[in-house]
Each structure stands twice: as C-alpha cells, then as structure tokens.
C-alpha cells in the first residue's frame, strides 16, 4: 500500500487516498452532531432548583448573654465565670479593665461577669458611677453596659473624685436619663454590695473563678495576671471530683499583677 521513491536526494511517502463510503459520511454527521449538542448543554446555566455546588451549613452564631444584669462579657455558654467585684473609682480596677478585657477576648471558654462594689472611701462618686452604667445598660443592653464602663474608667478622676464637673455621658438616651431619675440603680447596687460584704469581700478588684460544671469556686484577691488565671481554671477543674463545692485561695499563691 505505500510506496517509496527517491527525488532530488530525499525519500518521498506515496499514500494511496481512498474515497469514504456512503456508510461512513452518515455516522460522521451523526457523531458531529451528538458533540454539538453536548457542547450546548455545557454551556447552559445550571437549573436554580438544583444549584452547581450544595450549599453550605450555616455556622452557628456565638451564644451572647441575654440583656439585662447580671452583666456579662463573652460568650453566655462558657463554661468558667469570673465574676469581678469592681469599683469604677478604684484605680487598680481601672488598670485591670482592658487588661481583662484582652485576656477574656482570648480565652472563649471564659466569660467575665461584673459586680459593682463601690468603696466607702470612694463615695459617693463611687456610687454615681455605678448608677451610669446600670442605667446606660438598662436602656441598651450588655454592650452598652460595657461601654459605658469602659467611658467611666477613661474620663473618672478616681480615688472617689468622680467626673469632671459639668463631663455627661454622650448620646444620654432618653431611657437611660428616666432610669437616672428614678431609684431602680440603686436597689440593685445596695443589694451587690451587701452581697459582697455578706462573702467577706471588701477590696476591689476581686474575682471569684466559677465552674459552671461542677458549681465549684475559687475567690481570688488583687488583679490577678492572665497565667494565674489559666493555672486557677486548672485547679478548679482538676478539683471539681474531689473538693468541696467551694474553696478559697489566696492570690498569694497564685501570683498578682503590680499595684
């Protein structure tokens, strides 16, 4: 079927054509025609009741505590609590605010629940104070609460000198000042207050460490570093078999911050 011949030096291929059948030419159209049509398909977009890709679980939010006192930061489902018994005049409470804001940001498994307990040689703006952010959060919730904390450590004078004379919250809702005119602040107040003095508390800041688990509690005095904390979470859940429900321990123990 092939032949080979010689031309000016180079070889040369002879291929003998053949002509197609009649058979052959049908089956070619019906072949061309098959992949334009599945070319077409291809190209169409795809049915909305059947999406290209499956759609995704939506995650599922990170639980928030419910509005109102007490007030907590963090995720409401955390397991540990540490409740902070607070004066919004104390300086050292003021140094540790953003301290343990950061380290509670870090730690989810950890919520931060505030206590108010203004000092008798801080008042009364120790009290002042307490009763703007109760209101501020009344009328807006728990990040309001927080803010207004925050605002109250930035712009106090401390050591129970309060806020600078004619100084007023900004953006004062109309809920918050009616809250502010009446004496719902101040019940709840008094009452944390004589809860406190009823545990033997009487400097700020202090923390009590709570497994939401076990029920189980350490009371931990001074602000108390970020490590200290992790080793005290430790302990608690090391212990929550085989202490007592609750058991007190020096901050001595476990390390304070610098006052």
């Known amino acids: 079927w092939r032949s080979m011949r010689w031309r000016d030096g180079e070889s040369t291929m002879r291929i003998p054509r053949f002509a197609p059948s009649r058979t052959v030419l049908i089956v070619a159209l019906l072949v061309a025609a098959a ?95 307490a009763r703007l952010v109760e209101c501020v959060g009344e009328a807006g919730g728990q990040a309001a609460f927080w803010q207004a904390a925050e605002w109250v450590y930035t712009h106090t004078r401390g050591d129970g000198q309060g806020l600078p004379e004619g100084l007023r919250y900004p953006d004062l809702t109309p809920a918050a000042q009616q809250c502010l005119d009446s004496d719902r602040p101040d019940a709840l107040i008094r009452a944390q207050s004589a809860s406190a003095a009823q545990e033997g508390i009487k400097v700020t800041p202090t923390l009590r460490l709570q497994d939401r688990q076990s029920g189980k509690t350490l009371l931990l005095h001074g602000p108390v570093e970020g490590d200290a904390l992790l080793s005290a979470i430790d302990l608690l859940a090391a212990s929550a078999a085989a202490e007592p429900a609750s058991k007190e321990m020096p901050a001595e123990s476990l390390g304070d911050m610098p006052r």
């Open 35 to 129: 992949l334009t049509t599945a070319a077409w398909l291809g190209l169409q977009p795809p049915s909305p009741a059947e999406p290209a890709f499956p759609l995704a679980e939506a995650t599922p939010a990170p639980a928030t505590a419910p509005a109102g006192p007490p007030w907590r930061y963090g995720r409401a489902d955390a397991r540990f609590t540490v409740v902070e018994y607070a004066d919004l005049e104390c300086p050292f409470c003021r140094a540790y605010f953003a301290v343990l804001k950061r380290w509670i940001d870090a730690h989810p498994d950890v919520s931060w629940q505030w206590h108010h307990l203004p000092l008798p040689l801080h008042e009364p703006a120790a009290s002042a104070d």
